[in-house]
């Protein structure tokens, strides 16, 4: 796995080799995994001295998993010109640089940060944060449920619709369609 990191500080840095070390397998934005149990070592490329823009926009336009070490303030600043829509955003996490906490901030179940924050948060003995609704509440989520079986979400409007109703303890029904 590849993920794009931010450190601020030395301790970052070294924290941020202590993650290449940590084996993970999230099926994260636009790079689909079939559904394998990979086990594969995590390819860390830290923010050396390019601007932190440019550093952001590389691992949007990739897709790819970006990871600030450093207070969630610097994170959000950074990422905000660059996020547009659920369905395209990359995964972004914030970790606290004692490791205690991993966050994702953005493209928590479509873009799979929620499930990188956990596997992190394993791997460095902290805790994942997660403050997906449903997450919180232990019930379905279906951009989750379409992720995991390769379906495509026509209405993206309803996701949040369909999050309600089932917070709400209502029944749902989903349809779908071959082809």
């Not at 010109?81 to 972004?92: A, C, G, L, N, R």
């Not at 003995?125 to 997906?132: F, I, L």
């Not at 495509?152 to 709400?168: M, P, R, T, Y």
Request: net charge negative; charged share 20%; aromatic share 6%.
């Amino acid at each position: 796995m590849r993920i794009y990191m931010v450190a601020f500080s030395e301790k970052g840095r070294a924290l941020a080799e202590k993650i290449q070390n940590i084996s993970l397998f999230v099926d994260y934005g636009n790079v689909p995994c079939e559904g394998k149990k990979v086990q594969e070592k995590t390819i860390v490329y830290l923010r050396e001295k390019e601007p932190l823009d440019v550093w952001v926009d590389l691992a949007f336009m990739q897709g790819m998993p970006l990871v600030f070490i450093g207070a969630a303030g610097i994170a959000v600043r950074a990422i905000a010109p660059f996020i547009e829509k659920k369905t395209v955003d990359s995964p972004v996490l914030v970790i606290d640089e004692n490791a205690q906490y991993v966050v994702p901030v953005l493209s928590g179940h479509l873009g799979g940060a929620n499930e990188l924050a956990r596997q992190l948060a394993e791997g460095l003995h902290g805790h994942a944060v997660v403050t997906t609704a449903t997450d919180c509440a232990g019930c379905f989520a279906v951009d989750l449920f379409a992720k995991k079986n390769h379906l495509q979400i026509l209405n993206k409007d309803g996701i949040a619709k369909v999050s309600a109703k089932v917070l709400a303890g209502e029944t749902i029904t989903i349809s779908i369609e071959s082809g």
